[in-house]
């Protein structure tokens, strides 16, 4: 009976946790871009893309430093349908194609349809995202 209770309490606490940490930055969309589009139009909101590679510094240290600010996550979670595309793999070369990307990271700020409205090249910090978002 000890050994149930503590697995139940375990079971708790992680979930706790998983809710807490994916709460506090940029939620990402997974699914495709078409996916993204459709729910972009269904809640009213733009697109933002974040154009990475698995072999980008810049792409990780924004990953890992500045996509998971509170404040980041808040702004860009209310605004946008948010997608990382890894511009080497899956649709990501299609996409990266349409919109020109040449250089990692590449952030696009598009409309429900795709139309590009923003284009930003290089990493930003977490004021600089904010900016970007307005």
Same mark, same amino acid.
């Given at each position: 009976?000890?050994?149930?209770?503590l697995?139940?309490? *375990? /079971? #708790?606490?992680?979930?706790? %946790?998983? $809710? $807490?940490?994916?709460a506090?930055? !940029?939620?990402?969309?997974h +699914? $495709?871009?078409a996916? &993204?589009?459709?729910? *972009?139009?269904?809640?009213?909101?733009?697109?933002? @893309?974040?154009?990475?590679?698995?072999?980008? +510094? =810049?792409c990780?240290?924004?990953?890992?430093?500045?996509?998971?600010l509170? #404040?980041v996550?808040?702004?860009?979670?209310k605004?946008? !349908?948010? %997608?990382?595309?890894?511009?080497e793999? /899956?649709? +990501? =070369?299609? %996409?990266a194609?349409?919109?020109?990307?040449?250089?990692?990271?590449?952030l !696009?700020?598009a409309? &429900?349809?795709g139309?590009e409205?923003?284009? &930003?090249?290089? @990493?930003?910090? +977490?004021?600089?995202?904010?900016?970007l &978002?307005?």
């Amino acid at each position: 009976m000890k050994k149930l209770k503590l697995v139940f309490f *375990a /079971g #708790i606490v992680m979930m706790f %946790l998983s $809710t $807490t940490v994916k709460a506090q930055g !940029i939620e990402f969309f997974h +699914g $495709t871009y078409a996916e &993204a589009q459709v729910k *972009a139009k269904e809640e009213g909101k733009q697109i933002f @893309m974040d154009f990475y590679t698995s072999w980008c +510094g =810049p792409c990780k240290m924004m990953a890992k430093k500045y996509f998971t600010l509170e #404040i980041v996550g808040k702004e860009f979670n209310k605004k946008f !349908i948010c %997608l990382k595309i890894d511009a080497e793999k /899956g649709e +990501g =070369p299609e %996409l990266a194609k349409k919109y020109n990307v040449k250089a990692y990271p590449t952030l !696009i700020f598009a409309d &429900a349809s795709g139309k590009e409205l923003k284009k &930003a090249l290089g @990493m930003r910090n +977490g004021e600089q995202l904010l900016d970007l &978002a307005k």
